[in-house]
């Protein structure tokens, strides 16, 4: 499996801020997700990252708020913006297709515990 | 409306017994279905995966059943080992895989020594 980073690994912010989410894979892959784990809730996905074009949002998460970027085939970004409370979450980027390896299996990174005040 | 159920909010196992955990699903269209392990402060962790056209897959101490024309699914560990104490999430996929996970609200498998 690919080995999966996310920056920052948590933080603290005021509402009304925004905050980027940085996810780096050490291989090519061909698929990357964006999913949020709010607390005592199961994981929830909020869209999927297309390189070079838009990402494809789940019903209920829309581009303004939740803005991100593939620019390539190991790196995403998921902004929150214009956080409020309810904001308060884990945020976890995955992957698919990684190069030579097993097909349909997604693999997730550590995850970014953020709190909102 | 929940489409992956896991109705066991917690599940204790003594050492070395066999562990089930039960996932449940309404969506007919999920063809591939996967087990994840998390630890508190980390991300899932990929354990077994089961394709529609398969009823059993196996993989060393685990095992994942499928009964498609009850729409349930069997993680079955044995035997159970203190390491395995974690939270079990059962998930769904349409498209074989190809789309994002639909995920269940997880088990607490706790191994009592």
């Known amino acids: 499996s690919a080995v999966i980073s996310q920056k920052p690994s948590r933080d603290i912010c005021q509402r009304g801020t925004s905050l980027t989410i940085q996810c780096q894979v050490d291989?090519?892959?061909?698929?990357m997700f964006w999913y949020r784990q709010q607390p005592g809730q199961s994981l929830t996905l909020i869209a999927t990252?297309?390189?070079?074009?838009?990402?494809?949002?789940e019903s209920g998460f829309v581009i303004d708020k939740f803005p991100i970027s593939r620019p390539n085939l190991t790196f995403s970004t998921l902004t929150v913006s214009n956080m409020s409370p309810e904001d308060s979450s884990i945020y976890l980027c995955?992957?698919?297709?990684?190069?030579?390896?097993?097909?349909?299996?997604?693999?997730f990174g550590p995850g970014t515990r953020l709190t909102v005040l | 409306d929940q489409q992956v159920k896991q109705n066991s909010p917690s599940l204790s196992v003594q050492e070395g017994r066999i562990s089930i955990l039960n996932c449940d699903y309404t969506n007919s269209m999920f063809d591939y279905f996967l087990w994840y392990k998390k630890y508190p402060a980390e991300g899932p962790t990929f354990l077994i995966s089961i394709s529609s056209i398969k009823d059993k897959n196996e993989d060393g101490r685990f095992t994942v059943f499928l009964n498609k024309s009850a729409k349930h699914l069997s993680l079955h560990i044995v035997p159970s080992q203190p390491g395995d104490s974690a939270v079990y999430f059962c998930?769904?996929?349409?498209?074989?895989?190809?789309?994002?996970?639909?995920f269940g609200k997880g088990t607490h498998l706790i191994i009592q020594p």
């Open positions: 998930a769904a996929s349409e498209g074989g895989g190809a789309d994002g996970l639909t």
């Open positions: 291989s090519q892959v061909t698929m």
């Open positions: 995955s992957v698919k297709g990684v190069a030579g390896g097993p097909g349909n299996e997604q693999f």
């Open positions: 990252a297309n390189q070079g074009s838009e990402a494809t949002y």
